[in-house]
């Protein structure tokens, strides 16, 4: 199956800094999303990104499928951005691989 | 939108207790379903995921089973706990054929 790395695995930021997370995969895959876990367990789908460029607010996303790899840029941060960053990938949605995640803590 | 509920939100059980969990999906017709686990500290774990009623497919072999008696109710089941079986297990769907997936609240399991 579809192997999934994400780095780091910790980041500790002060708020209002800007932070990019990584996703690396070991195949070519068809479906690639970032999570976002809250402390209290909700995921939230960030983005649904197999390929190109996406941006939400202060978040954007890029993935290079012929290189395996996704980028999450976090700008101007907040406390509430806090939390654990997942990317997930697959052949398609039966079959999504989750990395062990990027846990975030953002400081007043 | 669609809306997806999960009970009970924390079980603490036995080993060799029974067990079900389920997951109800509002504001959508025909969706897919998934059922993930995850450890503590670790990433989510694919376990079941269904199509249709009474279409289960199994991605991890062991003592858990899952159903889908109706069209957006999804149960997940087992006859006799583990202590492995503890962690945080969350119900997910797609639907209109988009891959975006979206994920319920989650129940918590310890089996002690």
């Known amino acids: 199956g579809i192997q999934v790395e994400q780095s780091p695995p910790d980041l500790i930021l002060q708020e209002g800094a800007n932070s990019t997370l990584r996703c690396n995969f070991s195949d070519s895959v068809n479906n690639l999303q970032w999570f976002h876990q809250n402390p209290w367990g909700q995921l939230i789908n960030l983005f649904y990104i197999p390929s190109g460029t996406k941006q939400n607010g202060r978040l954007s996303a890029t993935t290079v499928a012929t290189e395996r790899y996704s980028l999450l840029y976090i700008s101007s941060s907040q406390t509430t951005d806090s939390g654990v960053y997942f990317c997930?990938?697959?052949?398609?949605?039966?079959?999504?691989?989750f990395g062990a995640g990027t846990r975030l803590t953002v400081k007043p | 939108s669609q809306t997806i509920h999960q009970w009970p939100a924390t079980l603490v059980q036995p080993v060799g207790s029974p067990l079900s969990l389920e997951c109800t999906v509002e504001g959508t017709s025909n969706p897919n379903l998934y059922w993930y686990r995850q450890a503590a500290g670790r990433g989510l774990q694919l376990l079941f995921y269904s199509v249709g009623i009474g279409q289960i497919s199994s991605e991890v072999p062991q003592n858990l089973s899952a159903s889908r008696p109706q069209d957006r109710q999804f149960i997940l089941s087992s006859k006799k706990l583990l202590l492995s079986d503890s962690g945080f297990y969350l119900c997910a769907t797609t639907s209109g054929g988009a891959s975006t997936q979206y994920f319920g609240p989650g129940t918590r399991l310890l089996v002690l």
């Open positions: 997930a990938a697959g052949y398609n949605n039966n079959d999504m691989r």
